[in-house]
Protein backbone atom coordinates (compact mmCIF):
# COMPACT_ATOMS: atom_id res chain seq x y z
CA UNK A 1 0.00 0.00 0.00
CA UNK A 2 1.53 3.42 -0.75
CA UNK A 3 -0.39 6.70 0.90
CA UNK A 4 -0.06 9.83 -0.49
CA UNK A 5 -0.39 12.85 1.57
CA UNK A 6 -3.29 14.19 -0.47
CA UNK A 7 -5.24 11.51 1.06
CA UNK A 8 -4.94 8.89 -1.98
CA UNK A 9 -3.84 5.40 -1.50
CA UNK A 10 -2.90 3.05 -3.69
CA UNK A 11 -1.67 -0.52 -3.76
CA UNK A 12 1.09 -2.05 -5.49
CA UNK A 13 1.37 -5.67 -6.79
CA UNK A 14 4.22 -7.83 -5.95
CA UNK A 15 5.97 -6.95 -9.49
CA UNK A 16 5.39 -3.34 -8.56
CA UNK A 17 4.08 -3.02 -11.93
CA UNK A 18 0.35 -2.89 -11.78
CA UNK A 19 -1.22 0.41 -9.58
CA UNK A 20 -4.94 0.21 -8.18
CA UNK A 21 -6.49 2.79 -6.22
CA UNK A 22 -7.72 1.60 -2.99
CA UNK A 23 -9.41 5.00 -1.66
CA UNK A 24 -9.19 8.49 -2.39
CA UNK A 25 -9.86 10.93 0.62
CA UNK A 26 -8.19 13.82 -1.27
CA UNK A 27 -11.72 15.71 -0.20
CA UNK A 28 -11.53 15.03 3.41
CA UNK A 29 -7.70 15.38 4.07
CA UNK A 30 -6.26 18.77 4.42
CA UNK A 31 -2.44 18.41 2.99
CA UNK A 32 -1.34 22.12 3.64
CA UNK A 33 1.76 23.44 5.83
CA UNK A 34 2.27 20.06 7.33
CA UNK A 35 -0.31 18.22 7.59
CA UNK A 36 -2.10 15.77 4.84
CA UNK A 37 -2.16 11.70 5.42
CA UNK A 38 0.42 11.26 7.86
CA UNK A 39 0.51 7.26 8.64
CA UNK A 40 -1.48 4.31 8.28
CA UNK A 41 -1.00 1.06 9.53
CA UNK A 42 -2.88 -2.28 8.82
CA UNK A 43 -4.26 -4.56 11.89
CA UNK A 44 -1.59 -6.86 12.89
CA UNK A 45 -4.22 -9.54 12.19
CA UNK A 46 -5.17 -8.66 8.50
CA UNK A 47 -6.90 -10.84 6.69
CA UNK A 48 -7.34 -13.44 9.51
CA UNK A 49 -10.33 -14.61 10.22
CA UNK A 50 -12.28 -11.31 8.71
CA UNK A 51 -9.91 -8.83 9.87
CA UNK A 52 -9.75 -6.16 7.45
CA UNK A 53 -9.09 -2.81 8.81
CA UNK A 54 -6.13 -0.38 7.74
CA UNK A 55 -5.84 2.41 10.51
CA UNK A 56 -5.07 5.90 9.11
CA UNK A 57 -4.05 9.38 10.92
CA UNK A 58 -4.79 12.44 8.65
CA UNK A 59 -5.70 15.73 9.63
CA UNK A 60 -9.24 16.63 8.52
CA UNK A 61 -10.19 19.28 5.58
CA UNK A 62 -12.68 20.90 7.88
CA UNK A 63 -10.80 21.75 10.75
CA UNK A 64 -6.40 20.51 10.01
CA UNK A 65 -8.19 18.61 13.45
CA UNK A 66 -5.83 15.19 13.80
CA UNK A 67 -7.83 12.45 12.72
CA UNK A 68 -7.64 8.77 13.94
CA UNK A 69 -9.60 6.40 11.94
CA UNK A 70 -9.98 3.13 10.22
CA UNK A 71 -11.70 1.56 7.03
CA UNK A 72 -12.40 -2.07 6.02
CA UNK A 73 -10.93 -3.03 2.74
CA UNK A 74 -12.37 -5.83 0.75
CA UNK A 75 -10.26 -8.93 -0.53
CA UNK A 76 -9.76 -6.54 -3.42
CA UNK A 77 -7.96 -4.30 -1.75
CA UNK A 78 -10.88 -2.01 -2.24
CA UNK A 79 -11.63 0.49 0.44
CA UNK A 80 -15.52 0.50 1.83
CA UNK A 81 -15.75 4.84 2.55
CA UNK A 82 -19.00 3.70 4.80
CA UNK A 83 -17.01 1.81 6.77
CA UNK A 84 -14.72 4.62 7.79
CA UNK A 85 -14.99 5.21 11.71
CA UNK A 86 -13.30 7.76 13.22
CA UNK A 87 -11.33 6.46 16.60
CA UNK A 88 -10.19 9.64 18.08
CA UNK A 89 -10.13 13.97 16.84
CA UNK A 90 -7.61 15.91 18.20
CA UNK A 91 -8.03 19.95 17.21
CA UNK A 92 -5.22 21.56 16.49
CA UNK A 93 -5.04 25.50 15.54
CA UNK A 94 -0.86 26.07 14.40
CA UNK A 95 -0.53 23.80 11.42
CA UNK A 96 2.55 22.57 12.36
CA UNK A 97 3.08 19.71 14.32
CA UNK A 98 0.78 17.12 13.59
CA UNK A 99 3.04 14.03 14.03
CA UNK A 100 1.15 11.13 12.42
CA UNK A 101 3.53 8.37 13.23
CA UNK A 102 1.38 5.01 13.34
CA UNK A 103 2.72 1.69 14.48
CA UNK A 104 0.80 -1.49 16.44
CA UNK A 105 3.03 -2.57 19.89
CA UNK A 106 3.56 -6.58 20.44
CA UNK A 107 0.12 -6.62 22.36
CA UNK A 108 -1.80 -5.23 19.73
CA UNK A 109 -2.34 -1.76 20.69
CA UNK A 110 -2.26 0.94 17.87
CA UNK A 111 0.41 3.86 18.85
CA UNK A 112 -0.18 7.23 17.09
CA UNK A 113 1.81 10.21 17.68
CA UNK A 114 0.37 13.32 18.13
CA UNK A 115 2.73 16.27 17.45
CA UNK A 116 2.67 19.56 19.94
CA UNK A 117 0.64 21.55 17.46
CA UNK A 118 3.70 23.85 18.21
CA UNK A 119 2.82 24.58 21.69
CA UNK A 120 5.20 22.98 23.22
CA UNK A 121 3.78 23.54 27.15
CA UNK A 122 1.01 20.84 26.16
CA UNK A 123 3.51 17.98 25.42
CA UNK A 124 4.10 18.29 29.46
CA UNK A 125 0.32 18.77 29.92
CA UNK A 126 -1.78 16.31 31.47
CA UNK A 127 -4.98 17.53 30.36
CA UNK A 128 -3.72 17.72 26.47
CA UNK A 129 -3.39 15.18 24.17
CA UNK A 130 -0.68 17.20 21.99
CA UNK A 131 2.74 16.17 22.18
CA UNK A 132 1.60 12.70 22.73
CA UNK A 133 2.31 9.02 22.05
CA UNK A 134 -1.02 7.49 22.64
CA UNK A 135 -2.53 4.03 22.67
CA UNK A 136 -5.44 2.74 21.73
CA UNK A 137 -6.85 -0.97 22.20
CA UNK A 138 -8.95 -1.25 18.70
CA UNK A 139 -10.18 -5.01 20.15
CA UNK A 140 -11.35 -4.35 23.37
CA UNK A 141 -14.33 -2.92 24.80
CA UNK A 142 -13.28 0.83 24.85
CA UNK A 143 -10.53 1.95 22.12
CA UNK A 144 -10.29 5.25 23.90
CA UNK A 145 -6.90 6.71 24.23
CA UNK A 146 -4.53 6.12 26.92
CA UNK A 147 -1.36 8.19 27.10
CA UNK A 148 1.87 6.57 26.50
CA UNK A 149 4.38 8.58 26.20
CA UNK A 150 4.96 12.32 26.53
CA UNK A 151 7.01 15.46 26.08
CA UNK A 152 7.32 15.28 22.60
CA UNK A 153 7.19 17.82 19.43
CA UNK A 154 6.45 15.75 16.42
CA UNK A 155 6.19 12.05 16.90
CA UNK A 156 6.26 11.96 12.63
CA UNK A 157 7.28 8.16 12.40
CA UNK A 158 6.84 4.98 14.53
CA UNK A 159 8.63 1.40 14.64
CA UNK A 160 8.28 -1.26 16.79
CA UNK A 161 11.31 -3.58 16.89
CA UNK A 162 9.76 -6.80 18.59
CA UNK A 163 13.10 -8.76 17.78
CA UNK A 164 14.88 -6.47 20.50
CA UNK A 165 11.56 -4.87 22.15
CA UNK A 166 12.66 -1.27 20.85
CA UNK A 167 10.33 1.38 20.52
CA UNK A 168 11.92 3.70 17.92
CA UNK A 169 10.43 7.13 17.77
CA UNK A 170 11.20 9.87 14.89
CA UNK A 171 10.78 13.22 16.55
CA UNK A 172 11.49 16.78 14.76
CA UNK A 173 13.93 19.00 16.84
CA UNK A 174 13.98 22.47 16.44
CA UNK A 175 16.69 23.97 13.65
CA UNK A 176 19.37 21.87 12.97
CA UNK A 177 18.30 19.10 15.60
CA UNK A 178 16.44 15.65 14.47
CA UNK A 179 15.85 13.29 17.60
CA UNK A 180 15.29 9.39 17.83
Known amino acids: LVAERRGVITHLDASMTTRQLVVDLSTQVDATVEGGLLGMALHPRYGLNGESRL ?36 PREDGWHAGG ?10 L ?4 DDSKPNEAQSKSSMLGKLVAFDVDGPTSGPVVFSSGLRNPFRITVDAEHQA ?11 EEV
Open 55 to 90: FLVFTRALDRALTIASINLSDEMRADLESLKVLQIV
Open 101 to 110: GVAFLPDGRL
Open 112 to 115: VGIG
Open 167 to 177: LWVADVGQFCI
